[in-house]
């Protein structure tokens, strides 16, 4: 399957393909929760995601992440890291309004107490294969 999306405003577009069965993800941190987000990942997917704009990265917490928001709307739209086979993401159905998938009921995660080592072994696990564009700084 191929899921369409976009931010708020159109700046960001994103293709997400999977031939898995979406399970979407909850992650019980003060920004997600804070923005009602809901995450799908498949590592043996792809994520395409294209800016009209520079990106902006915030990053928390174990600060092994990129967490990728756009700079016009302020929409959440990923989070991505450097795996070891190239960059790595999960996104946001919710921030990029994936129809097919935003209104699905998504299960509550709990990543409190886990070392930095764990946390990236997890996503390098789950996280899907990613391509990002967008212009220079």
């Known amino acids: 399957m191929i899921y369409h999306s976009a931010c708020h405003c159109g700046a960001v577009?994103?293709?997400?393909?999977?031939?898995?069965?979406v399970r979407l993800r909850?992650?019980?941190?003060?920004?997600?929760s804070s923005r009602g987000v809901k995450s799908a990942s498949d590592p043996n997917g792809a994520l395409r995601?294209?800016?009209?704009?520079?990106?902006?990265?915030?990053?928390?917490?174990?600060?092994?992440?990129?967490?990728?928001?756009?700079?016009?709307?302020?929409?959440?739209?990923?989070?991505?890291?450097?795996?070891?086979?190239?960059?790595?993401a999960v996104i946001s159905v919710v921030g990029l309004s994936i129809a097919e998938l935003k209104d699905e009921p998504a299960t509550l995660l709990s990543l409190d107490g886990e070392t930095r080592e764990a946390r990236i072994a997890h996503r390098v696990s789950r996280w899907t294969p990613m391509t990002l564009i967008e212009p220079s700084r």
């Open 26 to 32: 909850q992650d019980g941190c003060g920004f997600c």
């Open 49 to 88: 995601i294209a800016s009209d704009r520079p990106l902006i990265r915030y990053r928390f917490s174990h600060k092994t992440a990129d967490y990728l928001i756009c700079s016009s709307c302020g929409t959440y739209v990923a989070a991505r890291m450097d795996g070891p086979d190239g960059p790595i």
């Open 13 to 21: 577009r994103a293709t997400y393909e999977t031939n898995a069965a």
